[in-house]
């Protein structure tokens, strides 16, 4: 089963820009789908963006043109991009990784995003 480990996030001001870094602990190259959640302080867990194995991506209507997440397949890393960032944009960051077979859903133990206004 796969391991994750996030980084990359911190406090950053209105319109400014952070890279978020899921790195994993074995090839991503076969995972199903990769992808970023996050949560509020006071709201629910959602999705903000993932990457399937064949390298199609979705973003919620949220962060699209703002947001990109990408896959460096050789350094078994995922990443998001998030620029314009707003302070709506502040919360807990999870990576996460959902695989057909084997069967498994593995979470990341998520990375602090505080946007100042």
């Known amino acids: 089963q796969v391991q ?35 949560q509020a302080p006071g709201k629910q867990r959602e999705l903000v963006a993932t990457i399937a194995s064949g390298d199609n991506t979705a973003y919620a209507d949220s962060v699209k043109g703002r947001f990109t997440i990408s896959r460096d397949n050789a350094k078994n890393t995922v990443y998001l991009q998030m620029n314009t960032l707003k302070a709506e944009d502040t919360a807990v960051y999870y990576c996460y990784a959902r695989n057909l077979l084997p069967p498994y859903d593995v979470w990341g133990q998520g990375t602090q995003v505080t946007v100042s206004s």
Do not use: D, H
């Open 4 to 38: 994750l480990v996030e980084s990359g996030g911190g406090l950053v001001q209105a319109g400014g820009s952070l890279r978020l870094s899921c790195a994993t602990s074995r090839t991503i190259v076969s995972i199903t789908v990769m992808g970023w959640y996050r």
